[in-house]
């Protein structure tokens, strides 16, 4: 049995990567599943300093048995009882579960010198192989991507092989408005086979929206070169966008591909354009800044009259996007976006109405600066507030 090491994720300054090992089917038709105390805590040490990861297994790897003895002594025991070694492990331990023929594990690893150790003992050790088994597809295979509503492409398309994360663009070829989150995951071609490349596997669910006819440039993935190298060759990026709401949603899987260079001379676009690149994203901003945007809106808001005499305050949330000429578009607030009072029944649209009146009065603001293209529409939100007494504006 192999292990296979096939997903990362860094998230809120930790670090969670995924085992999956292959069984012989039949072996173990066990099913575990993490208790409450198995969660992660992102405040302890993740693994004690004297393990070594690959210690533990031969070259042909751990068995079913090995396995399933070591689930049940994470979870058939009171965690006081366990050694001090294993309590680091389980209190860093976020999920573990198996099935008929394959168990999977998550830790986290918290601090920078066991990122330092995972590489060591993990992706270097010649006895785990990494982005393998189940997870392979044959050159011929197809992923059944979408080329005609949406158009995917990594620019620059070749990097060196030390980058930490390579920049997405998605074209939107419909009437339609288009819907691309933070997910995604990378393919390196080694000959025969695309394998996984360790890279994050949960994500903050976001969406990102992508107009009708117009090019998104600010998606990218990351590559995680302190915790791997990346060999040069070809590498694909796959997201997925969507198009609708409900039961009218429509997914469109994408792919694009790129390559990983160790010659400078392959990479020079990307060298053209590394300083501009890796320049701080400007947001766009309200002409005079923060201070002049919160005196607009509270010498413009005005407390509703039909609400008057009945203390009723509410805290509500618009999104909205300022294009590149700095002009407001799409602005939106939903009855699910009163943050305050909640769960009362009613949708108090003379707020809302009120607060999209005042934003229609706001002057052009400062547009976004794309760090290639220039002038670029971003998307952002304000959250206003209303006070009986008087005391309207945003926070």
């Known amino acids: 049995m192999k292990a296979y090491f096939i997903g990362l994720v860094i998230m809120g300054g930790c670090l969670l990567y995924g085992c999956h090992t292959k069984q012989k089917k039949g072996e173990n038709s066990s099913d575990y599943s993490a208790d409450s105390q198995s969660i992660a805590r992102q405040d302890t040490l993740p693994l004690p300093t004297d393990t070594h990861a690959a210690s533990s297994v031969s070259t042909e790897g751990w068995t079913a048995k090995q396995i399933r003895d070591s689930i049940e002594l994470f979870f058939g025991k009171e965690y006081d009882t366990l050694p001090p070694h294993l309590r680091k492990i389980r209190r860093n331990m976020a999920s573990l579960w198996n099935t ?51 158009a995917m492409r990594v620019s620059p398309n070749v990097y060196p092989t030390n980058i930490e994360r390579i920049e997405i663009a998605i074209t939107n070829h419909t009437n339609q408005e288009g819907m691309g989150g933070e997910s995604y995951f990378i393919e390196h071609f080694d000959g025969r086979a695309w394998k996984g490349v360790p890279q994050p596997n949960a994500f903050v669910d976001l969406g990102y929206p992508i107009f009708p006819n117009q090019t998104r440039d600010d998606f990218s993935a990351t590559l995680m070169p302190e915790l791997k190298e990346n060999p040069p060759g070809l590498y694909r990026v796959h997201k997925t966008v969507s198009t609708g709401h409900g039961a009218g949603i429509v997914h469109y899987p994408l792919a ?4 990983l260079s160790d010659n400078p001379e392959d990479y020079e676009e990307y060298t053209r354009f590394a300083s501009r690149l890796h320049e701080p994203r400007p947001m766009a901003e309200f002409k005079g800044g923060r201070e002049a945007m919160i005196r607009f809106f509270e010498q413009n808001l005005r407390y509703p009259e039909s609400y008057k005499g009945t203390g009723t305050k509410v805290r509500l949330f618009y999104s909205f996007t300022i294009d590149s000429l700095g002009m407001l578009q799409n602005p939106i607030s939903l009855p699910e976006n009163i943050l305050y009072p909640r769960d009362t029944g009613k949708t108090y649209d003379e707020f809302r109405d009120e607060a999209l009146r005042v934003l229609r009065l706001m002057p052009a603001w400062e547009p976004a600066v794309n760090r290639i293209h220039g002038p670029a529409s971003i998307d952002t939100g304000l959250f206003f507030y209303f006070n009986e007494e008087g005391k309207c504006g945003i926070e």
């Open 100 to 150: 008929d023929d394959s168990v999977f594990l998550q830790l986290i690893i918290a601090e920078a010198p066991y990122v330092k150790a995972f590489k060591t003992y993990v992706f270097d050790s010649p006895l785990i192989q990494i982005g393998g088994g189940p997870y392979d597809r044959s050159p011929k295979e197809s992923l059944c991507e979408d080329t005609i509503h949406f």
């Open 256 to 259: 694009a591909t790129f390559y």
